[in-house]
């Protein structure tokens, strides 16, 4: 723990320094750049942030770094340069800002600046006086008359047009029509259309109005008459697949996957959703999707694919250690083929473990675990015809063996599960499991643990053999589709599950338990609903997007009802961990102000409910090297109606919220984060009141922080 005290040192030395040290008289350091409207806009100012020349440097501790010498060498390769001040910088961004402005639809606008200075510091704030705008009092069109052209173009322009009269003129809306308008015509099969074949012409008056010619031309802007050619519907005339002779692969399927036929029209949507559904099956490394004019009006279409590795392994660890001497290790090695029977069917076999230890006592909880999957290119059920978008749903087949070994109890799981899972037109991805079932077996309960749930009516339901039967699902957004996020980012997760209600319509045939309780195969079946849902957010600033801010807000809660008394063990929540409250381990948190249970020999606290929020500090150090600085506060509680100290009541449910607080170092390949970070208490609602507030003197003492290793981001 000592080993921590260095980097405090460094990051309140480095807050306390100069961060102009080292710049030459005459420099300045650019602080802020500020963008400033004399009357109100129909546009946020901030649109225009980006076309300033020279990006301003906010705060850092490494440019305190940087400072700490003059020459070059290692605190220059660790600390990051002052941003200079240049004036010639500041003429090219008003230049840039009046284009802009002009390009938004005001003409004629005056932009200044004015450059402050405070001590060796450059505040610069740029004045913008907007031109005069004008709205579209009339449209006349001048198109190529003869053919369908004329009927399809007014059939689509007069009920979607982005350039109506009374809007606003300005180039941006003009590039948007053009955008939309040729799209659409190409989805009607217009094949050698282009945005380039669009031309606007506009007669500003002094009443504030405009009049304007929306031109198309039968040749484009780069072309002379001479090269005009009639706009004309095109139609698919061959069809032809190339895949590598090495890759097995049936033919069939990839027909199946195409929407683009012969005798179709042509439509530029139809060869998008063909590319999409073709390398979604992420059996080929490239889909190469070429359309050749063959006649006058029929384009051939030839689908070139390239292979792919189709098998490999992957490797996962997470780990973490507290001071009390707990340590965890999680590691997982899974093997997958992704064209098992030349189909595109993902197979998937998973090895994992959990391995915690506490050395000074030899106390010691381990987990095994096997699970395999297929994944079939289909929605089984359906034929692919049933989906004419980019993307079609996959059937998930899915089983799973774990094995526990903790010192008060031995326990199996066995799962299996039946769904769907794909990806919205929204982005949103989604597994929904109509048929899932898990079926715990306990054995070899240590005596005094036995004796424990006898006592305990809520333990008693949780730890028992059970089956639980039922559905589930899962809805996911990520507004980044990178392994490891290198931009700002947003997420939503919402997840479902259902359990025993099926079942329970056929209570009357089951028989019973001595206390009531329906059984299958001799267990009962659990009956609960549990929802959890999480929001988060990153952004990233600075020079070269290095910092960032990021933010993750957890609700979740789950309720047993008929059949069962108390949510079964897997599915209750916890807090703590390399994702959670760092400054604990993994179910060491809660539920409410309840203390560690002491017939656990590692920590097992878990609740019915809940709440967590998390914000971090996200900064680059030096090559790959990240720094952050987070802090967690949350906790879970119980359901039950006993009094019980663990139990959420709402009116004062934020009097038992943990918090913690804490620096981490990563290692950020892209292709992976690599994370390691060192969390430490601040508020713990278990210890008695009065002193659940933890000082400054006690942040490194046994059983106040805990190490974390993980892999990518926490959230």
């Given at each position: 723990?000592?080993?921590?005290?260095?980097?405090?040192?460094?990051?309140?030395?480095?807050?306390?320094?100069?961060?102009?040290?080292?710049?030459?008289?005459?420099?300045?350091?650019?602080?802020?750049?500020?963008?400033?409207?004399?009357?109100?806009?129909?546009?946020?100012?901030?649109?225009?942030?980006?076309?300033?020349?020279?990006?301003?440097?906010?705060?850092?501790?490494?440019?305190?770094?940087?400072?700490?010498?003059?020459?070059?060498?290692?605190?220059?390769?660790?600390?990051?340069?002052?941003?200079?001040?240049?004036?010639?910088?500041?003429?090219?961004s008003c230049e840039n800002i009046a284009t802009r402005m002009e390009y938004l639809g005001y003409y004629g606008s005056d932009v200044t600046s004015t450059t402050t200075y405070k001590g060796r510091k450059a505040y610069?704030?740029?004045?913008?006086?907007?031109?005069?705008?004008?709205?579209?009092?009339?449209?006349?069109?001048?198109?190529?008359?003869?053919?369908?052209?004329?009927?399809?173009?007014?059939?689509?322009?007069?009920?979607?047009?982005?350039?109506?009269?009374?809007?606003?003129?300005?180039?941006?809306?003009?590039?948007?029509?053009?955008?939309?308008?040729?799209?659409?015509?190409?989805?009607?099969?217009?094949?050698?259309?282009?945005?380039?074949?669009?031309?606007?012409?506009?007669?500003?008056?002094?009443d504030g109005t405009a009049e304007l010619i929306y031109r198309v031309r039968e040749y484009t802007r780069n072309e002379t008459p001479a090269a005009a050619r009639p706009l004309r519907r095109y139609y698919i005339g061959q069809v032809t697949i190339t895949k590598p002779e090495t890759l097995p692969f049936r033919k069939k399927l990839l027909r199946d996957l195409t929407t683009i036929h012969p005798g179709d029209i042509y439509s530029e949507r139809s060869v998008a959703n063909t590319y999409s559904r073709i390398s979604n099956i992420r059996v080929f490394s490239s889909?190469?999707?070429?359309?050749?004019?063959?006649?006058?009006?029929?384009?051939?279409?030839?689908?070139?694919?390239?292979?792919?590795?189709?098998?490999?392994?992957?490797i996962k660890a997470e780990g973490s250690s507290n001071s009390t001497g707990l340590l965890g290790f999680s590691p997982q090695v899974s093997f997958y083929h992704k064209?098992?029977?030349?189909?595109?069917?993902?197979?998937?076999?998973?090895?994992?473990?959990?391995?915690?230890?506490?050395?000074?006592?030899?106390?010691?909880?381990?987990?095994?675990?096997?699970?395999?999957?297929?994944?079939?290119?289909?929605?089984?059920g359906l034929p692919y015809?049933?989906?004419?978008?980019?993307?079609?749903?996959?059937?998930?087949?899915?089983?799973?063996?774990?094995?526990?070994?903790?010192?008060?109890?031995?326990?199996?799981?066995?799962?299996?599960?039946?769904?769907?899972?794909?990806?919205?037109?929204?982005?949103?991805?989604?597994?929904?499991?109509?048929?899932?079932?898990?079926?715990?077996?306990?054995?070899?309960?240590?005596?005094?643990?036995?004796?424990?749930l006898s006592r305990n009516p809520f333990m008693r339901y949780a730890y028992?053999?059970?089956?639980?039967?039922?559905?589930?699902?899962?809805?996911?957004?990520?507004?980044?589709?990178?392994?490891?996020?290198?931009?700002?980012?947003?997420?939503?997760?919402?997840?479902?599950?259902?359990?025993?209600?099926?079942?329970?319509?056929?209570?009357?045939?089951?028989?019973?338990?001595?206390?009531?309780?329906?059984?299958i195969a001799g267990v009962p079946y659990s009956q609960y609903v549990r929802g959890e849902f999480s929001w988060?957010?990153?952004?990233?600033?600075?020079?070269?997007?290095?910092?960032?801010?990021?933010?993750?807000?957890?609700?979740?809660?789950?309720?047993?009802?008929?059949?069962?008394s108390a949510l079964p063990f897997e599915k209750q929540f916890y807090a703590g961990g390399a994702s959670s409250m760092r400054g604990w381990q993994a179910r060491a948190l809660g539920p409410g102000t309840e203390p560690i249970n002491t017939y656990f020999s590692i920590p097992s606290q878990t609740g019915d409910i809940k709440l967590e929020a998390n914000l971090e500090y996200r900064f680059g150090i030096v090559w790959k090297f990240e720094g952050a600085l987070f802090g967690d506060i949350g906790n879970v509680w119980t359901l039950t109606n006993t009094g019980a100290a663990g139990e959420f009541h709402i009116k004062d449910f934020y009097k038992t919220l943990g918090a913690d607080w804490g620096v981490g170092l990563r290692l950020n390949l892209q292709f992976i984060l690599i994370r390691l970070d060192?969390?430490?208490?601040?508020?713990?609602?278990?210890?008695?009141?009065?002193?659940?507030?933890?000082?400054?003197?006690?942040?490194?003492?046994?059983?106040n922080n805990a190490f974390h290793f993980g892999i990518g981001y926490p959230f």
């Open positions: 723990m000592k080993r921590i005290l260095p980097l405090f040192c460094l990051l309140f030395a480095a807050a306390a320094c100069s961060t102009t040290r080292v710049l030459e008289e005459g420099q300045y350091r650019l602080v802020k750049n500020e963008i400033e409207m004399s009357e109100p806009v129909r546009f946020s100012s901030s649109e225009l942030d980006s076309y300033i020349r020279q990006d301003a440097q906010s705060w850092s501790p490494f440019i305190c770094v940087y400072n700490w010498s003059r020459r070059d060498g290692l605190f220059h390769k660790i600390g990051r340069a002052p941003v200079v001040y240049d004036s010639t910088a500041v003429a090219s610069v704030s740029y004045h913008v006086k907007p031109g005069r705008s004008y709205r579209v009092s009339s449209i006349r069109y001048e198109i190529p008359e003869g053919g369908i052209f004329p009927i399809d173009f007014y059939a689509d322009t007069l009920t979607a047009s982005s350039a109506i009269k009374g809007q606003w003129l300005s180039e941006e809306m003009l590039e948007a029509e053009t955008v939309r308008s040729a799209d659409r015509l190409r989805n009607l099969g217009y094949f050698d259309l282009s945005r380039n074949h669009y031309s606007f012409e506009a007669d500003t008056l002094a889909v190469q999707v070429q359309m050749t004019p063959s006649d006058t009006n029929v384009v051939d279409c030839g689908i070139q694919l390239s292979q792919s590795p189709v098998r490999g392994i992957k064209n098992l029977f030349h189909g595109g069917e993902w197979f998937n076999l998973a090895f994992s473990g959990d391995f915690q230890y506490r050395i000074s006592d030899q106390t010691k909880a381990i987990e095994y675990g096997i699970s395999t999957g297929l994944s079939l290119p289909k929605f089984l015809s049933a989906f004419k978008g980019p993307r079609i749903p996959r059937t998930e087949i899915n089983a799973a063996y774990n094995y526990q070994n903790r010192p008060e109890y031995n326990r199996e799981v066995f799962s299996a599960s039946l769904g769907y899972t794909g990806i919205t037109r929204t982005n949103i991805s989604y597994k929904v499991f109509p048929l899932r079932a898990n079926f715990v077996r306990l054995f070899g309960l240590d005596s005094d643990f036995a004796t424990t028992q053999d059970h089956l639980d039967a039922g559905l589930g699902a899962d809805f996911y957004y990520n507004s980044s589709s990178d392994i490891v996020p290198q931009g700002s980012y947003t997420f939503r997760r919402f997840s479902l599950d259902l359990s025993g209600n099926l079942i329970s319509l056929f209570n009357y045939y089951l028989p019973e338990s001595s206390d009531g309780t329906d059984l988060g957010r990153a952004y990233r600033y600075g020079y070269e997007d290095r910092q960032a801010v990021a933010i993750r807000l957890l609700a979740g809660a789950g309720y047993a009802y008929g059949n069962s060192f969390g430490m208490q601040l508020y713990d609602p278990s210890r008695r009141a009065g002193h659940r507030l933890i000082g400054a003197e006690d942040w490194l003492k046994s059983g």
